[in-house]
């Protein structure tokens, strides 16, 4: 079974709806990140969390907002989805023991119409 | 400018090249640092781990120059399987920073 995973893995939806992505894992990690994905961008950092109560904004916070359940999970929504935020969104976790190396999940590819 | 640059390619080689790919990053602060490999429609992995005095991972060696602010990944005797996306990471506080990748498309 894969340690990151990420729901939905597609999902089509209009301008002006709310969408979350959720993403769960295994490997008893305390950090978790979102990032999207952009054609000659790279990737880039939305926000990331190092434990449950902990939350902190990324390079391209504006438009997003997440929340940390539990350890485990970590989800990512779209207030009011809009055609700009169309793109590749990848969870990441991470542990400092690890140092820094960052595991990604398989990715959610997001398509505002 | 972008905290952390690539050349964005392609880079197209034969079987058995040698290929060399270079990052710039901003920061001089910067903490850590890594190259990472994705395939097409894929999410990244871990390639390697750049260290102060250089590594190595069979056919892979990476290099990091504190003084010029690069880190360098080196590929001998490619491979068709080497074919991917190769992109770079440097961290600062905890904050992980990505290049735009550099395609490499090894062709018999």
């Known amino acids: 079974d894969a340690d990151v995973t990420q729901t939905p893995r597609n999902r089509i939806t209009k301008t002006g709806k709310r969408i979350m992505l959720e993403c769960s894992q295994t490997?008893?990690?305390?950090?978790m990140y979102w990032y999207r994905q952009d054609p000659g961008l790279g990737l880039q950092l939305i926000y990331y969390s190092f434990d449950v109560k902990d939350i902190n904004k990324g390079e391209i916070s504006d438009g997003y907002s997440v929340s940390r359940q539990a350890q485990a999970k970590f989800s990512l929504s779209l207030e009011s989805a809009i055609p700009n935020q169309t793109a590749l969104y990848f969870c990441?976790?991470?542990?400092?023991?690890?140092?820094?190396?960052?595991?990604f999940g398989p990715g959610t590819r997001l398509t505002v119409l | 400018r972008k905290e952390v640059e690539q050349d964005p390619g392609p880079f197209n080689v034969p079987e058995g090249a040698t290929v060399a790919f270079n990052c710039t990053y901003s920061n001089s602060a910067s903490q850590s640092f890594f190259w990472y490999r994705q395939d097409c429609r894929k999410e990244p992995k871990l390639l390697m781990s750049?260290?102060?005095s250089g590594n190595e991972d069979g056919r892979f060696t990476a290099q990091l120059n504190r003084a010029s602010q690069y880190i360098s990944l080196l590929i001998r005797d490619s491979k068709l399987s080497d074919s991917a996306t190769y992109l770079c990471a440097v961290t600062n506080n905890n904050d992980m920073r990505f290049g735009a990748g550099t395609r490499l498309t090894v062709k018999p």
């Open positions: 990441a976790t991470s542990d400092l023991s690890g140092a820094d190396t960052q595991y």
């Open positions: 750049v260290y102060s």
């Open positions: 490997k008893g990690h305390d950090r």
